[in-house]
């Protein structure tokens, strides 16, 4: 997701959507614990995802202190 796209999501928005992409993480590195052999590259993109979320989320409540 792009952060242009996350700009415009309110920050309980953004906590949602944290929480659905950190259980996408965690199903993914299930998936590669029991060595089903998948798309291991989405495990770096919802990293790098859950950190632009983060960001923004503190950017926002920053902003509004």
Known sequence: MKASELR??????????LLSVRRE???LRM??????KGKTHLL???????ARIKTI????????S
């Open 8 to 17: 415009k999501k309110s920050v309980d928005e953004l906590r949602e959507e």
């Open 31 to 36: 998936q590669l614990a029991i060595n089903q």
């Open 57 to 64: 989320i503190a950017e926002k409540e920053r902003g509004q």
């Open 44 to 50: 770096r993109a919802a990293r790098r995802n859950i």
């Open 25 to 27: 993480q965690l199903n």
